[in-house]
């Protein structure tokens, strides 16, 4: 450098420096304002919900069901899907103004079905599994298909749990009721255990007085009643004084939607609890199984 300072293209050359320096820090504060704003408006901005844009925009439900599960999904004579799920379905369809458009899928197919966008929701007595969480959403219950003591029609004293001490209880041997009859008697010594070949002979034993109550699943029990089997649930009072059906085992069947679908989440819930407050879901009942179950 020359001893009377800096020349002028020195100067130049590193006002041109600090010039550029100033560009680039201004740029990353740009950016990481930018950034923030981004990930501002992904949290408080509004959600956006590609699969009830699509639903909107094309009118229609695309809905999975596995239909082998009567009378919850079935095919009908003329090879069109039938039963309670398909009538969900529908009604919850009816109230969002589009169609119904039911895809066939076996049933171990359906979750991947939605994950991979292949339908928007699976509507098919898909029990809640809360392992497939992170990868599939799930709404609140439609319908319980727990385990749940049967009784003969005619009051035998039986008006809860404890009062199955001492008594014969009935039992699909091997199966999931065997299982808890067994936890119960572990309570209560004295109860007996009846064990039967299906959950069909267990209840039968309930009506020819062989058994004094029977743990079945739900919707066998429906089924066996609602066909002229003369037995009835178990129910507990709420606190209003109407009657619970008592469940020993929960397995609610929830309707299965994309992780990243709030907006039809939301959509679904909110049909979900009309139709329920509305009755549909226990005439739903009563229809395809041709009894009414209490709530």
């Known amino acids: 450098m020359p001893k009377g300072g800096p020349t002028a293209s020195f100067r130049a050359a590193l006002a041109q420096r600090r010039s550029r320096q100033l560009w680039a820090v ?14 501002l408006w992904r949290a408080v901005g509004p959600a956006r919900d590609r699969y009830w844009e699509r639903i909107q925009r094309t009118g229609e439900w695309r809905v999975a069901m ?8 079935m095919l009908d004579a003329e090879g069109r899907p039938i ?40 509507v098919s007595a898909m029990p809640l599994q809360p392992q497939f969480s992170r990868d599939v959403a799930f709404s609140s219950p439609y ?23 001492g008594r014969r209880v009935a039992v699909e041997w091997g199966s999931e009721a065997d299982v808890q009859a067994r936890g119960l008697r572990r ?44 037995a009835r649930l178990l129910t507990v009072p709420e606190p ?21 679908a709030p907006v039809l989440q939301a959509q679904v819930e909110a ?8 009755g549909i879901l226990d005439a739903l009942t009563e ?9």
């Open 143 to 165: 319908f319980e298909a727990g385990l749940v003591v049967v009784l003969p029609s005619a009051d035998n004293g039986v008006a809860g749990l404890e009062d199955l001490a």
């Open 187 to 230: 309570r209560w010594p004295d109860l007996q255990i009846v064990p039967k070949e299906t959950a069909a002979a267990a209840l039968e034993a309930v009506v020819a007085g062989e058994a004094d109550a029977a743990l079945a699943d739900h919707v066998t029990a429906l089924q066996f009643i609602g066909g002229g089997g003369q």
């Open 26 to 39: 201004a740029a990353a504060a740009l950016l990481v304002v930018a950034l923030l704003v981004f990930l």
């Open 83 to 122: 039963g309670f799920d398909v009538d969900l379905a529908s009604a919850i369809a009816q109230r969002w103004g589009v169609a119904l458009r039911v895809e066939s899928i076996g049933f171990d197919g359906l979750l991947d079905a939605v994950w991979a966008g292949k339908v928007d929701s699976v």
């Open 240 to 260: 209003d004084g109407s009657p619970r059906l008592f469940t020993l085992v929960s397995d609610p069947y929830v309707v299965v939607m994309p992780k990243r």
């Open 287 to 295: 229809k395809w199984f041709g009894v009414a179950s209490p709530p």
């Open 66 to 73: 596995d239909p082998s599960f009567p009378p919850f999904e």
């Open 271 to 278: 049909a979900l609890q009309a139709l329920a407050a509305e």
